[in-house]
């Protein structure tokens, strides 16, 4: 359904929550403070793997302003939550599999007495021997995380496979093998879970939330506590952040459990950064194993590979998070025979879950390492090897799905390729001051949009017309900061020529706005800008027919929306919306339309390991470039700059647009750097935002983002999602520039100094590049 | 939790004998810590330094140089004597934290916290600086090497405070360098630091050289035996490498969730080696 094109230049369009945002106004769930609050809290034993015999809570129901202390049996409904697989225990019965699981929640008059509550509980526990790798969950034999599963430990297997894989590989003129080594990120998202519920009389649970799904989150609720997810009401106000992090129950099964406990009285539970830490969801840690064959040219042929990825404790999205790492594993590049094969396993690690890069920020490393190594070996341009093998328009990708949606990625291969940062790396190279040496890598990435086949990637937009001649959307996909609540009203404004102040927004609330999947898979302005742009052409339609009987015109196409009016040209002749809005009945100045994502026709014949969410239609592309500086002395990394060329489409706004990149740049820098979430046997050692190290920006450049001309038909106003994209491209990139430097293709993520350092005083195994 | 905010320091040492007394200067070493037991401190009371006019300032006599303990990092960044007589010790205050900690914390609090990775130490140790320290009794002065004990510890007594740092200006020391290495370039605890102080005759040989270690021991270090390896030399890569190796042999660092032993051992030899290339 091409979309028209604005029908006037867009004007810069002021972000809609920037103001309130900066001067400190705009109230996100951590801000409420109802009257009467009461404080929940969870306490988490913090022991990796054992059988719970007891919790004794004596002492702690003992204390001043304890009002209840809760645990397991006192949980209705079947206490498991889970976005796919149910499978994860609100409070714990039988057994805790992470540090992170709780096993009682209390409820106190204040914070200081929860505090207060939590250090007097104590469990009895019963250690279980631990696994703490995949490699020690797949081993048979091994202790198993959840019983009475025939397939042990793992959660899923899957296999992505195209032509003989095996076969050509070994008529190959080429081969490379390579093992690639992810850590466990965390999003660093500066709300912390938090949210506010309360019972209301009437049986309603009412909860105030940081999350990223409130239409799904009624129903995990729900399952989990015994609650008709018709009796669950959720908003969601704008998020502080979420990456990810926010996409699936964190508070508020606890937070139900606690409201049902105290009627009428409003709850309140935030985690602090430590159990932001201990109890959130994480990025997968991974292993990749390739094998990569050639032509002596440099066509890919063909190409295996074995992605493990450690899912923690529970499922959460680890199947689905596997898959779509699965899907990406073989590059945006032509390759005729692949074999892909997936895992993703149970360990005793904190739970990962979805985080921006779903799986292929792991995979990027994998595949853009093979692709170095390859330029390396055969002595070939980096880009040159790039942009041969890249996916065009109308090719069928690696995991089988012919390509009719836009595909980009030779146009940002060749923004790079004449950008006088690639044109004049070597030049810069050559003049590394003393003690330092300089590289220049590059990575080809992309990521899809949506949420695959088999899941409707659904979305239900309503616009009303106020009586002040104003319009209100209501928008049903929270904003975690990515201004998708921006774009909406942006689109409003301008496909019914407004004024940007003509639009007002309505956070996501599950009784006034419509269900719409949730603030994820870089779908948020894709599939409910479609649909509000729907409901923008019922809309005008609606404005001119009622405008035509007051201006007693018999021919809509005699009218214009005007900021503000319906316009007569020819007699110079206007209504006012305002005078609209008072002529029409509520239930007439309300539109609604719906949009689901197309998927891909005839599906390729594999995947069948993944009902749902395999194989996508649409994705995004970049080609990154990055100029590193290392220092000999302590192999510390310098980023100097950073450019990266992206196709989304249309850029609806450019400043929202780059604000996508740059973030997802500075995330994807600081998983390349220093991220990582240290474990030891499960427990997590750097627990505090002092011991896992985000990128400040002094540790980042000024990235450059360049759009380049693109238009995806389908797409509201022709853009695609780009929330995800950048992510992926600068630990390939920086890793490729490191390989330039020392001559070996890193291996393990992030590259710390100390890493970097080793490699300096190794000798180089790979021959430099001409 | 009370809170005492003496004006005088007659005032401050009567605070001081409250039971649980703690001293509070910027409280970016001291709120943390107190948060990590959180629940703990109902019967705290903390003693604010920040109205004691005896406490701040920065004054010169006969080439030392006179910094009141509760003076901010950044009022020491912004003060010209400070700038024109201690670049070794701005250079090494213009990297700890990063804006809001250096605007909070202060100079008096990095000692008294004795961290062996406290940045202002290095420069500290290399200057051959004093403490003041202040108690009903009276006051006395010490080598800050004496002062700090160990991690954490310190000289001071009960109801004895911090109230000044007295530095020499290095006379005639032609080259003042810091470096830390952290794990990201701001709000980074030190992994490695090292100050150096040379002073050189007209030819470029070393007629002295100050070296002292950050957060590869118990305590800051000076390596005297790499000091004399450079007397006599003149700096180059070369006669460099022996005093490094001196370092390498000086220090004990320890493994945590910022480094290992290993790679602070090797790099504090390396921060050695760039005196060559600013030579
Ligand atoms: C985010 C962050 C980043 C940091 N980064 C760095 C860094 O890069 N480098 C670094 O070295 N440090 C760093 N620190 C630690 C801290 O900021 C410094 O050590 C600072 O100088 C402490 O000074 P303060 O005035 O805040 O001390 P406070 O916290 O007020 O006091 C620290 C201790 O010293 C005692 N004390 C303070 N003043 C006196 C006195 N005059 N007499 C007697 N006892 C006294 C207190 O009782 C307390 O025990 C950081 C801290 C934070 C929170």
Redesign the interface.
Known sequence: MPQSIPPRPSPPHPRADGLAKACGTERYAADLYPPGLVWAGAFRPGVAHARVRAVHTDRAQAVPGVIRVLTAKDVPGTNLQGIVHKDQPVLCEDKVRHAGDPVALVLAESREALVRVLGLITADLEPLPGVFTPEEALKPGAPLIHDGRPQGNILLRAVIAKGRAAQALRRCPVRLTGVFHLPMQDHGFLETQNGVALLTPDGVLEMDVSTQAPFRDRFEIGHALGLSPWNIRIRAPYLGGAFGGKDGATVQCLLGLAAMNVPGRPVKMVWDREECFLAGYKRHPATLRYTLGAEADGRLTALRCRLVYDTGAYAHLGGEVMELGLEHAAGPYRIEHVRLEGLAVYTNNPVAGAMRGFGVAQASFGFEGMMDALARRLDMDPLELRLKNALRPGDVNPAGVRLTSSVGLVECLETVRTHPLWTGRRQWEAQAPPLTRRGVGLAAVFNAMGYGRGLPDMAVAKLELLEDGRFRVYSSVADMGQGNASAYAQLVAQDLNQDAGAVELLQPDTERCHPSGSSSAGRTTYSFGNALLKACTAMRVKLLSRAAMVLMRDELTSLELAPGRVVHPASGRSLALADLGRLLSRDDRVCVAEFLMPVAQDPPKTGTAFPIGFPHLFFSYAAHLARVEVDELTGRIRVADYLAATDGGRVLDPQRFHQQIEGGVAQGLGYALMEEVALDQGRILSDTLSTYLLPTSLDLPDTLSLAVDGCEDTGPRGLKGVGEVGMNGPLPCLAAALASITGQRPDRAPLTPERVLRALNRKPRLRKQA | MNVRLPVTLAELFAALEEPGARVLAGGTDLLVQLRSR??AHGSQTLVGLERIRELQGITATDGVIRIGAAETHASILENRLARSRLPLLTAALAELG?PAIRNMGTIGGNACTASPAGDSLPPLYALEAEVELASRQGLRRMAISGFIQGPGRTSLERGEILSALLVPQAKGFDLHHFEK?G???????A?VSLAALIRRDPSGRVLEARLALGSVGPTVLRCPEAENLLTGRRLTLASLKPAAAALRRAVTPIDD????AA?RR??AG??L??LA?LA
């Open positions: 959180a629940g990063g290495v794990r990201r370039s701001a709000l980074a605890i992994v969730v910022r480094a290992t790679y090797q790099v390396n921060l080696l760039r290339v």
